[in-house]
């Protein structure tokens, strides 16, 4: 299981929202391709990258910061969401240099369109299901859409994507713990590998997360637990490669 640092981008900086809210943004750093570069100095195999700005745009809002994290990242792969709503972004985005490319609002108001970029970019197409109280949100988590988690993972599963992000909004940047039942409810329930996210505290999340792990979750997102010190990511990476590989 994979601990994978988080960079959200908004207006050009490095910030953390709690439970999604734009007005309720820390600025962590001004300079987000050299805090890409210490996550990769301290072992990250793996990078998430939103931007939050093109979430609720549409489009992409953070291009020249994205293109520099790139640049810095090199070799380490990077999972990139927010604003990615047809073909030719995505294409664009993966000749940049995007691993993977993270689908949430469109994956729900346009599945035809998802389907199609799984077709066309096997193996590099997550799907991002947000959800409050088990019922999925869209739109920057503007927007309720009465469909649960489990309806929508089991649809995205016949799609092939390669993977799903279940992040409960409910806990996102607010350091409560992971809400582990419902990730473990949602691997089981398909055969889609799932990366938690959303209250990532402290190294016991990580324990606990890696107790669970072999049902189908394949990492974690840490964001506001790394930069506000309560959990340390080398020690949280090396844990997790120390106990499932």
């Given at each position: 299981m994979q601990v994978i640092p988080a960079i959200d981008l908004k207006e050009g900086k490095c910030v953390r929202l709690k439970q999604g809210l734009m007005d309720q943004a820390t600025i962590f750093s001004e300079h987000p391709a050299e805090m890409a570069a210490h996550w990769k100095s301290k072992g990250a195999k793996r990078l998430h990258l939103v931007d939050l700005d093109g979430a609720f745009a549409g489009q992409q809002k953070n291009l020249p910061v994205i293109r520099e994290v790139i640049q810095e990242m090199g070799e380490v792969p990077i999972q990139l969401g927010g604003g990615i709503r047809n073909l030719d972004t995505v294409e664009s985005l993966i000749n940049a240099g995007i691993d993977s490319v993270i689908i949430g609002t469109a994956a729900i108001t346009n599945p035809g369109f998802l389907h199609e970029a799984c077709f066309a970019f096997p193996g590099q197409i997550i799907v991002g299901l947000d959800a409050k109280n088990g019922e999925v949100a869209i739109n920057g988590w503007a927007k309720m859409t009465g469909h649960t988690v489990f309806d929508m993972a089991e649809k995205f599963e016949d799609y092939g994507v390669a993977s799903i992000i279940y992040t409960d909004i409910g806990r996102d940047g607010m350091l409560e713990g992971i809400n582990i039942d419902a990730t473990v409810e949602l691997a089981e329930r398909g055969n889609v590998p799932i990366i938690a996210s959303?209250?990532?505290?402290?190294?016991?999340?990580?324990?606990?997360?890696?107790?669970?792990?072999?049902?189908?979750?394949?990492?974690?997102?840490?964001?506001?637990?790394?930069?506000?010190?309560?959990l340390d990511f080398s020690e949280a990476n090396k844990l997790a490669e120390q106990l499932t590989g």
């Amino acid at each position: 299981m994979q601990v994978i640092p988080a960079i959200d981008l908004k207006e050009g900086k490095c910030v953390r929202l709690k439970q999604g809210l734009m007005d309720q943004a820390t600025i962590f750093s001004e300079h987000p391709a050299e805090m890409a570069a210490h996550w990769k100095s301290k072992g990250a195999k793996r990078l998430h990258l939103v931007d939050l700005d093109g979430a609720f745009a549409g489009q992409q809002k953070n291009l020249p910061v994205i293109r520099e994290v790139i640049q810095e990242m090199g070799e380490v792969p990077i999972q990139l969401g927010g604003g990615i709503r047809n073909l030719d972004t995505v294409e664009s985005l993966i000749n940049a240099g995007i691993d993977s490319v993270i689908i949430g609002t469109a994956a729900i108001t346009n599945p035809g369109f998802l389907h199609e970029a799984c077709f066309a970019f096997p193996g590099q197409i997550i799907v991002g299901l947000d959800a409050k109280n088990g019922e999925v949100a869209i739109n920057g988590w503007a927007k309720m859409t009465g469909h649960t988690v489990f309806d929508m993972a089991e649809k995205f599963e016949d799609y092939g994507v390669a993977s799903i992000i279940y992040t409960d909004i409910g806990r996102d940047g607010m350091l409560e713990g992971i809400n582990i039942d419902a990730t473990v409810e949602l691997a089981e329930r398909g055969n889609v590998p799932i990366i938690a996210s959303g209250g990532l505290s402290n190294i016991k999340d990580i324990e606990d997360l890696c107790a669970v792990a072999n049902v189908g979750i394949k990492g974690v997102i840490a964001g506001r637990s790394i930069y506000e010190g309560t959990l340390d990511f080398s020690e949280a990476n090396k844990l997790a490669e120390q106990l499932t590989g």
